[in-house]
């Protein structure tokens, strides 16, 4: 795989990874929208289908940023396709007033899913719900919370 089309993927894998922990924002956004990467290190690994962005990782693209200590993407064997996309560490991705927050998760392409785990929590104004485990089903638009506590603010 040629370097520029790498990198071209790894934007798309990014943008995949956003896209679905927000949809109910989803439509707003674009697949053209461009991605900023920030990190300390990226290894590209082109050999194991792999790039790992280390050290104060940081995405945004359009009003959408994720942040973790690491973040892995996994291609496909002999394939440009995303596989899987795994972050770790302080994860926290924002938009429009809502906020998830976990020490884990995982986007699985073949599945359509991202699983948060490690404390996950979701915040959105003064509400929240976290759980042990919080898994988000793309293509439902649906999202399973295990063990999970709900904190609702009522407001006058």
């Not at 359509?112 to 404390?119: A, V």
Request: hydrophobic residues 40%; aromatic residues 8%.
């Amino acid at each position: 795989m040629s370097k520029a089309l790498f990198t071209v993927n790894i934007f798309l894998a990014i943008t995949l990874f956003f896209m679905p922990v927000v949809a109910s924002h989803a439509s707003t956004l674009k697949r053209d929208t461009p991605i900023v990467i920030t990190s300390d290190t990226l290894t590209a690994d082109n050999k194991n289908d792999t790039a790992i962005f280390e050290g104060s990782v940081v995405a945004t693209s359009q009003d959408i940023k994720i942040s973790s200590d690491k973040m892995t993407v996994y291609y496909r064997d002999g394939d440009s396709k995303i596989a899987k996309i795994h972050a770790v560490g302080n994860i926290k991705v924002q938009k429009d007033g809502m906020a998830i927050f976990s020490e884990e998760a995982e986007y699985i392409d073949e599945e359509e899913k991202i699983i948060f785990t490690g404390n996950p929590k979701v915040i959105e104004n003064d509400n929240s719900i976290t759980g042990t485990r919080i898994i988000y089903f793309l293509k439902d638009d649906r999202a399973v919370v295990e063990g999970s506590k709900v904190l609702i603010k009522n407001k006058k």
